[in-house]
């Protein structure tokens, strides 16, 4: 880290004696608020630590491998926390996290990156390549595809919904085999033009501009700690926040779809801001649409196969009401990013569907 100013050192140690310190809230039966404050300022210091990192590693690679490397890390909040929910029986904040995710990322985040970026765009719109959201839209709405067919199979109470699980576990084989034929190509034509791009203007002095501050190693390594360390804090998060919602009778619908949704993707909520808010609308587009991705078709899926492993079986089934709310939300978000530009007015639509389904939450 000997790579880093003395100002962002402090920053790193900062972030990680917050990380320590939500530890020992958590383990040490701090009072449920103290812990919860802590844990919320850890996981904004290391949604900014992967911000800054994840910037580095956009001045080497496209914003394609960018975003897939970012929102990675990102979603290792999600996974820990579904994984834990899922241990301890928790199956419907486990599968309401999952869902809760995509509509954050979808619709929460989105929203407010396009309205960041719109604003400091040159013209009233935020302009990116389409090909990402495009590719994106698809990716959601296959699996939006499996859990309306799930859904109305068990509605009509035909001979397949009486095998909802195997019918999850082959939908999520097929899923990851989907992604994996995407991203791997995606990822090295995105790689090998931003290498033809940078080679083309390697003497340009706006480009020295754009040149890392931190050696890539630091900058992976930055990367892991932000996204280890939200790991953690999340699960942590979560826990201090059980009681309070307990005694303020939220639903588990609400604490999964809202809470606990917008506290694991925090790091995708600083950093998309943060790019957004630099200028930089491609690769912050690729940070949650990559985010997006990654939670409908190959986070999903696996913990559909890993819930194999427990008591208590995750599939994709879901309540007609948040099959709707996932149809309406894919196809907003493809008609919204699919041409390449965004006004601000769009991303207030997609923050608007957000607050309405919190709302509908909080009453279930």
């Known amino acids: ?36 404050g802590i844990a919320a300022l850890a996981l904004a210091g290391l949604a900014h630590v992967v911000s800054f990192a994840t910037e580095q590693v956009g001045r080497r690679f496209g914003p394609g491998v960018t975003g897939v490397l970012q929102s990675t890390l990102g979603n290792l909040p999600e996974l820990f926390v579904v994984i834990f929910a899922l241990r301890a029986g928790e199956v419907v904040v486990a599968q309401t996290s999952i869902i809760g995710s995509l509509f954050a990322n979808a619709l929460l985040v989105l929203g407010a990156v396009i309205v960041v970026g719109a604003a400091t765009a ?44 195997a019918v999850s576990t082959v939908a999520a084989v097929a899923l990851l085999g989907v992604y ?24 340009s002095a706006a480009e020295e501009d754009e040149d890392p501050l931190v050696p890539l190693t630091v900058s992976a390594g930055l990367l892991a700690i932000g996204g280890v360390g939200a790991a953690f804090v ?38 998309g801001l943060v790019l957004a808010r630099k200028g ?15 939670i409908a078709a190959f986070l999903y899926p696996v913990l559909v196969l890993v819930s194999l492993l427990f008591s208590h079986h995750l599939n994709f089934a879901l309540d007609p009401v948040y099959i709707g709310a996932l149809l309406m939300s894919a196809l907003a978000v493809w008609q919204i990013t699919g041409d390449g530009e965004a006004a601000a007015f769009e991303g207030w639509a997609l923050i608007a569907l957000y607050v309405v389904l919190g709302a509908l939450t909080l009453y279930e």
């Open 1 to 36: 880290m000997s790579a880093l100013s003395r100002a962002e050192r402090l920053t790193v140690a900062g972030v990680l004696g917050l990380t320590a310190l939500a530890g020992v809230a958590h383990y040490a039966g701090f009072a449920s608020l103290l812990a919860f």
């Open 122 to 165: 040159d013209g009233p719109v935020m302009r990116f390549k389409p090909r990402l959201p495009q590719d994106t839209a698809t990716l959601l709405l296959v699996t939006v595809f499996i859990i309306v067919v799930v859904g109305i199979s068990l509605a009509s109470h035909d001979p397949a919904s009486h095998h909802v699980q």
């Open 180 to 203: 994996l034929a995407w991203v791997v190509p995606y990822v090295r034509a995105d790689a090998g033009a931003n290498a033809d791009a940078a080679g083309a203007s390697e003497d």
């Open 234 to 271: 999340s699960d942590w998060f979560v826990a201090a926040l059980r009681p309070t919602i307990d005694q303020l009778h939220i639903s588990e619908a609400f604490a999964g779809i809202v809470i606990v949704a917008i506290a694991g993707n925090a790091v995708e909520n600083v950093a």
């Open 280 to 294: 930089k609308a491609d690769l912050a587009i690729s940070v949650v649409k990559n985010s997006v991705a990654q």
